[in-house]
């Protein structure tokens, strides 16, 4: 695997998840990391999922960049490096670099500075208490730059929870604090900070200006208030420098509020001033903060980083997703252009502050500072805002990353390589982890609806709701940025889900099921992408006891609403019934993933049967015929639904699942309308309206994508096999074009040729065209010639100047076809197969040519070993691989003509024709 580092610095930390292959690398193995030297690099991985055989899925490594380390590249090697140990109860040291910890926080030193952190100031109403004890686990062993775990219990309601990676060359502490709120009810948080004391005085000046530094205090994005003085516009950088020492809080603005106070041997951080307003937190609730504390004279920014597409993509780790590569540029620039447009364009720089008020056009993804403010603060950030009035709230509300927004930005980071993707979705899955997600249960906030709108304050909801969970955004995040808090979440929802479908037999099932067809749907996807990761048993079982009842029902729904009439010893009613009245493609398309999740992992029957089920009722009922899209919904209740409804974005939820039902049966339908739908719904991801919107398209529209790219190359792949040898004999031919014209192979069929000694003129009327006694082999060969011309070539552009020198074909004249010609200023060796196809082109330049000056030109191929080769003059200008043979027979052989009737303009002499 090739690893791009962005802007890398000796000694830089690079930390990164990578996938691998089934089969590739067995358990156990070892690895070398090489810079674009050959040099080993310093390197520490540990192991995170496998394949069902047992080989590593994923790994996640440290490594110590150098010099050159722009790209490195990571293969099988040498045994992994030893684990470290804790040296004592509240002591690790690595590299001269010491943390000690006690119950009132932790002292970090190294290279004669030290700091000793004060984190845990708090103030809530009610009042609540946090631990004074830690428990503490190393959960990185790594020499390069260890991970340990501080955490405390729970006590009064607050859990403190502390991640500190030790950096020891470069002297830098990494810190992220997260704070959860385990108390039953809302309370107000007032106050939240921490206290740096260092060994000596420093004389601080902020880093982005090297001014003298005092206070700092945002209180609100985009406002800033400096030592007291009123608020002004701005996005500073909360980064100090004293000497050498260095302290930052990450993404302080965008997460405000905050305030940074730098005092001789002191800096007070406050995560959340008193002097802000109380903030409602909901209970479950966990905020988390970002801190990189330098002794040595850096600040530790650790690099950027992406893997290379087409190796990753290739891993099958993130199921069919390809790579964007110049080939689906040229064959899908509908899709290509539209999902960067739509991933790019889901901020704007002014959303509608009164209902129905005006909003702005999108602003750079990458500048925040344009972006605004209601994308930002503690609660906010990483999260989508939806317009004013959505879902009939009052208030703005957040989607909560529905459809699971940060998913679809770390598919298209994996598939081009960029890395803001990469860094959006990373706060996203922060946001999913920590403000979404409950703490206390595992359970999920969806955006809720009417005065419950989500706000993440007053309106929160209490709950999750079936039609609204996910883990892939959050799985994802610890497999490629290691994000722990975000393993745990998705395991905890896991473990939550497991919970609400507690039971045996189908009533487990079915009693979410009444509901709507994704209150089981989404449940599944959820316990699939954990269970790709950590394949438990108890998530296997419930997911095999989920398909085998949705293919029980969806073989015969009818029959299930006749004969089942109760439920939970009571009498059941029905909401929205799957492939009856009510039931809306994109919820079955969202069980159409859970199955193709389940079975990509399992292989079981009755996922697939379940997913054909499902995918004829769409083929047959809901698809509409020169629409290209979905009913909404079949039979509708409400008017509005049912009134030519057919919104095309739905599409993109409902293609994948098609395309893998045709994988399964081969039944054309299916592809026809996956590949139908797919292109009728690509113009609405050029205007998302939000996250949401994002989410919907985002998160299995790549996919698809992949299915069409391997429909493609199957197609090839048969087109390649149903053609056939050659059936032409071997000719060889070495001499002028006279001696050929004289030898009896051949017979004139056209042109009246005309000869200068030996050679032939190509002009006007003077040309010929034979027909072989005897058609000729086309599996391989070799041509050469030498050509006179009369004319100067021209500078590019110029006229197009068509010519042709030497023509090989059955007939009509471009099937099974071998044809050298030129145009404007380029040479081009041409190949057709039998059925009449362009195989590939060798090309050269020829701007050099001139009148009276002879070059000679070559070329051989092979269908065998696939390969051909183009010279001039002796010279290598062109190698292509032929991936098809041409077939057929040469039965025509044109000197000096085709193929639209062109003509050379000049002598050819010295032929040279071995073929077959």
Not at 87 to 106: P, T
Request: negative net charge; glycine residues 10%; hydrophobic residues 40%.
């Amino acid at each position: 695997m090739k690893i791009t580092v962005h802007q890398a610095v000796p000694g830089n930390l690079l930390l990164c998840g990578v996938p691998f292959a089934p089969g590739v690398l067995p358990a156990g193995s070892g690895l070398v990391l090489r810079d674009p030297q050959g040099q080993a690099l310093p390197l520490w991985w540990s192991e995170r999922a496998w394949w069902p055989d047992g080989s590593l899925k994923w790994i996640y490594l440290h490594a110590r960049l150098s010099a050159s380390s722009n790209t490195v590249e990571l293969s099988p090697g040498e045994a992994q490096p030893a684990a470290l140990s804790l040296d004592s109860a509240n002591l690790l040291e690595v590299g001269g670099a010491r943390l000690e910890w006690g119950h009132r926080g932790w002292i970090f030193s190294t290279a004669g500075q030290l700091v000793r952190v004060e984190p845990g100031r708090v103030a809530t109403t009610p009042a609540l208490g946090a631990a004074q004890t830690w428990t503490a686990e190393l959960i990185e062993p790594s020499p390069l730059a260890p991970l340990l775990r501080l955490r405390q219990p729970v006590t009064a309601g607050l859990r403190f929870d502390h991640l500190l990676r030790l950096d020891p060359v470069q002297g830098v502490l990494h810190w992220q604090q997260r704070l959860s709120f385990l108390q039953e009810s809302p309370c107000q948080l007032g106050e939240l900070g921490a206290t740096l004391r260092f060994g000596q005085n420093h004389e601080w000046v902020w880093q982005e200006s090297g001014t003298r530094a005092g206070c700092l205090e945002v209180l609100r994005p985009g406002l800033c208030a400096r030592d007291g003085t009123p608020p002004t516009a701005g996005h500073p950088a909360a980064a100090l420098s004293g000497g050498p020492v260095r302290v930052v809080l990450e993404k302080a603005w965008q997460r405000a509020p905050f305030a940074l106070a730098a005092g001789a041997d002191q800096v007070q951080l406050d995560f959340y001033p008193a002097s802000a307003p109380p903030l409602t937190v909901q209970s479950g609730t966990s905020f988390r903060h970002c801190m990189r504390i330098g002794l040595a004279g850096r600040d530790g920014a650790n690099p950027a980083w992406s893997l290379d597409p087409e190796t990753a993509c290739s891993t099958g780790a993130f199921g069919p997703l390809p790579p964007r590569t110049d080939r689906t540029q040229k064959h899908y620039p509908g899709y290509e252009q539209a999902i960067d447009t739509c991933l790019r364009g889901g901020r704007l720089s002014a959303l509608e502050k009164t209902r129905g008020g005006p909003r702005s056009g999108p602003a750079a993804l990458a500048d925040e500072t344009a972006q605004d403010e209601e994308y930002f603060g503690l609660q906010h950030y990483g999260d989508w805002p939806m317009p004013l009035g959505a879902y009939g709230g009052v208030r703005r509300m957040y989607a909560d990353n529905e459809y699971d927004v940060p998913y679809a930005y770390f598919l298209q980071f994996i598939r081009t390589g960029e890395g803001l993707f990469a860094e959006v979705a990373y706060h996203g899955a922060v946001h999913l982890a920590d403000v979404d997600s409950k703490a206390t249960n595992g359970d999920m906030h969806f955006h809720g609806y009417l005065e419950e709108a989500e706000d993440h304050a007053d309106h929160r909801t209490p709950g999750g709701e079936l039609g609204h969970y996910w883990t892939d955004g959050l799985v994802l995040n610890y497999l490629l940025r290691g994000d722990l808090w975000s393993w745990e979440a998705a395991r905890a929802q896991a473990a939550f889900l497991l919970g609400l479908f507690a039971g045996e037999g189908d009533q487990a099932i079915r009693r979410h099921f009444l509901n709507s067809e994704r209150a089981v749907g989404w449940p599944l996807v959820a316990l699939a992408g954990v269970a790709e990761v950590k394949r438990e048993p108890a998530l296997l079982a419930k997911m095999q006891q989920m398909a085998a009842f949705l293919s029980r029902f969806t073989a015969d729904p009818d029959r299930q609403l006749e004969e089942i009439d109760e439920q939970d010893g009571q009498p059941l009613r029905w909401w929205r019934i799957c492939q009856e009245d009510g039931a809306k493609p994109f919820m079955v398309g969202v069980v159409l993933e859970g199955l193709e999740r389940y079975h990509r992992l399992s292989k079981d029957p009755a996922a697939a049967q379940a997913l054909l089920h499902l995918s004829r009722f769409l083929v047959e009922k809901m698809w509409v015929e020169g629409i290209e899209a979905f009913i909404y919904e079949w039979n509708a209740f409400n008017r509005g639904h049912r009134e030519h409804n057919y919104p095309h974005y739905i599409n993109m939820m409902v293609a994948p699942g098609l395309a893998y039902a045709y994988e399964l049966s081969g039944e054309p339908a299916f592809r026809q309308v996956a590949t139908r739908a797919f292109h009728a719904s690509l113009w609405t991801l050029f205007a998302p309206d939000g996250g949401k919107e994002i989410g919907m398209v985002g998160r299995t529209s790549a996919l698809m994508v992949g299915r069409l790219c391997a429909w493609q190359e199957r197609d090839e792949a048969t087109r390649r096999a149903r053609l056939s040898p050659s059936n032409g004999v071997a000719f060889h031919f070495c001499g002028s074009p006279r001696h050929l014209d004289r030898s009896g192979a051949l017979r004139l069929q056209r042109g009246t040729p005309r000869w200068v000694g030996e050679d032939l003129l190509s002009a006007r009327d003077s040309f010929a065209v034979y027909s072989w006694t005897t058609p000729v082999g086309t599996e391989r060969g070799r041509i050469g010639f030498t050509f006179t011309p009369d004319w100067d070539c021209p500078p590019h552009p110029g006229p197009v100047a068509q010519r042709a020198y030497l023509h090989l074909c059955d007939q009509p004249f471009t099937r099974s076809c071998l044809s050298v010609i030129s145009f404007y200023t380029g040479l081009h060796v041409r190949f057709y197969d039998e059925q009449r196809h362009y195989i590939e082109v060798l090309e050269a330049g020829i701007g050099d040519w001139k009148a009276g000056q002879p070059p000679r030109i070559e070329g051989n191929g092979d269908t065998a070993t696939g390969g051909a080769v183009l010279f001039s003059d002796g010279h290598e200008k062109d190698k292509r691989t032929l991936d098809r043979r041409l077939g057929g027979a040469f039965k025509r052989l044109h000197l000096g003509h085709r193929p639209g009737n062109w003509r050379a303009e000049g002598r050819l002499s010295e032929l040279e024709l071995d073929l077959g």
